[in-house]
């Protein structure tokens, strides 16, 4: 069966960097991307990138440019999403997605996401 | 970005009522509309993909409609393990963006 495993709970001070791994398994990980959507608490979703775990390509959103990069691991099935520069208002749950190998944009949902990983940015 | 706007942004039913969730986007998304559950502490949960296609294992009392700026998920008569928050989600152009959330509460 199709598991997205992340990595664990993260405690940082302002100013770091942080990166959360996502191991695939159940599924042959060249076919498909993965999306980063993160949650902070007792807030909405939102949509934080995507790459391509065939050719690693990216497509991040505009308000994280600069800020995250995204890699994958074929050797591993393991995607990592990495977010530096670290404010409070980072706090929150991030998630991977099993998404689309070739574009972020499609007509279909995700059906399959990582259990989350906290990250809390805090003096 | 394109705008997502549910609504409402919660509300209160009883068990065996019809609900019905609006999704409003600020531009033309054709039927790239997804729908989602997600119940505290948990992933979201894939209800509609394609603004209308009910996804593989989903109980066919959840139902969508809807193209191009207005969209509709529908509860035909609400469990109990419905309670949660109800998501709409665009993927027509990027950034993906949400819905705020529509927060669904049994009486």
């Known amino acids: 069966q199709v598991q997205l495993v992340q990595s664990g709970a993260e405690v940082k001070k302002p100013g770091a960097s942080v990166k959360v791994s996502c191991k695939a398994s159940g599924y042959t990980f060249t076919n498909y991307g993965i999306s980063w959507v993160r949650q902070a608490p007792g807030q909405g979703l939102e949509w934080m990138g995507w790459?391509?775990?065939?050719?690693?390509?990216?497509n991040y959103a505009q308000k994280f440019q600069g800020r995250v990069t995204m890699t994958t691991d074929t050797s591993t099935n393991t995607s990592y999403m990495e977010l530096r520069s670290l404010r409070s208002d980072d706090t929150a749950v991030y998630y991977c997605?099993?998404?689309?190998?070739?574009?972020?944009?499609?007509?279909?949902?995700?059906?399959?996401w990582g259990q989350g990983t906290l990250v809390t940015v805090s003096s | 970005d394109i705008q997502m706007t549910q609504s409402p942004s919660s509300l209160s039913a009883s068990v065996g009522d019809r609900v019905t969730i609006t999704c409003r986007a600020s531009?033309?998304?054709?039927?790239?509309l997804s729908w989602y559950h997600q119940k505290p502490g948990k992933a979201p949960n894939l209800l509609i993909y394609?603004?209308?296609s009910l996804q593989s294992g989903v109980p066919s009392r959840f139902s969508g409609s809807g193209s191009g700026t207005d969209f509709t998920l529908t509860i035909s008569s609400l469990q109990r393990e419905d309670l949660g928050t109800y998501y709409c989600q665009q993927r027509y152009i990027s950034p993906i963006t949400f819905g705020q959330g529509t927060r669904l509460e049994i009486k």
């Open positions: 997605a099993r998404d689309h190998v070739g574009s972020q944009l499609h007509d279909e949902g995700i059906e399959y």
């Open positions: 394609a603004a209308s």
């Open positions: 790459i391509s775990s065939y050719n690693a390509n990216t």
């Open positions: 531009q033309n998304i054709r039927s790239y």
